[in-house]
């Protein structure tokens, strides 16, 4: 499928041009690219957001061979038509696979991107810089330096963050080079729980699972602390995203980035109205 043909299938639910231009607006995370309108974790699917002026939070792997390539889960079997452990395979192999057919036969051929060419699509497409949210999926040998080094090439340090990786592995980043975002995971609400994280030197952001109230956000922000919602991701929820807007948290990774924009220019509106 070519990309103008993808964006003709998301042109009428297609927000503003910049879809975070209201200051009280958490950024919005595409969960995988635009997941209703591409298959997951391609170039189509992050493109398209990218172009929307959405955000994006991508997975990454590294290939036996030491690529680091762009899928969700630990074999490619459920989005591609090979078979095996990502972390097994070599970058060759796993190139040659089709990414696209599961999704729509219209995406016949695509494959699985390299961390490096979602960097390069970024850097080409964006208009305003766009956030990537980098879910550590596996730790292999080596990678956290592998990654620097590419965000080091394309200059994203401002715009990046790891998330879902160990402690050990947040050190490694920061040894590697110090600048790189890295993010503690909270799935309690408990205050207590909260405050240590924001403590935590490792904590650049906070990924939750649940929605801090005004007054925990306006003590992560006076520390200089970003908080991601990782909360209903699949589901079209405009009582979450209220919420989550009304307590002023960072970003919301959604599979509904678009609905949710929509959602927030009309009810916007129609207050001005």
Excluded at 211 to 228: C, F, H, S, T, Y
Aim: proline share 5%.
């Amino acid at each position: 499928m070519s990309f103008n043909m993808l964006m003709l299938m998301c042109v009428i639910a297609a927000p503003e041009p910049e879809t975070n231009a209201l200051p009280a607006d958490p950024i919005l995370l595409a969960h995988r690219g635009v997941v209703r309108y591409a298959p997951e974790n391609t170039l189509p699917s992050f493109a398209v957001a990218i172009e929307l002026g959405l955000s994006i939070e991508l997975d990454v792997y590294q290939t036996r061979d030491e690529h680091l390539v762009i899928i969700h889960d630990k074999t490619v079997d459920r989005t591609t038509n090979g078979t095996g452990e990502v972390t097994e395979m070599t970058l060759a192999e796993i190139r040659k696979l089709d990414a696209g057919s599961w999704f729509d036969p219209r995406f016949a051929g695509e494959k699985v991107p390299t961390l490096e060419e979602v960097f390069k699509r970024i850097r080409e497409r964006q208009r305003t810089p766009v956030t990537i949210a980098l879910n550590m999926k596996v730790i292999s040998p080596g990678i956290e330096e592998n990654i620097v080094r590419l965000v080091e090439k394309y200059e994203l340090f401002d715009q990046l963050f790891a998330f879902g990786q160990s402690s050990d592995s947040s050190r490694r980043f920061k040894q590697a080079n110090p600048k790189l975002r890295t993010t503690v995971y909270l799935n309690d609400s408990e205050a207590d729980q909260f405050a240590a994280a924001l403590r935590d030197p490792l904590a650049d952001c906070l990924w939750v699972r649940f929605i801090p109230n005004v007054e925990a956000m306006e003590q992560a922000r006076k520390l200089g602390k970003q908080v991601w919602l990782a909360l209903h991701i699949g589901e079209n929820r405009p009582d979450i995203w209220n919420k989550a807007r009304a307590n002023k948290i960072d970003g919301i990774c959604t599979d509904w980035p678009l609905a949710c924009s929509i959602h927030w220019r009309l009810n916007t509106k129609s207050k001005d109205d």
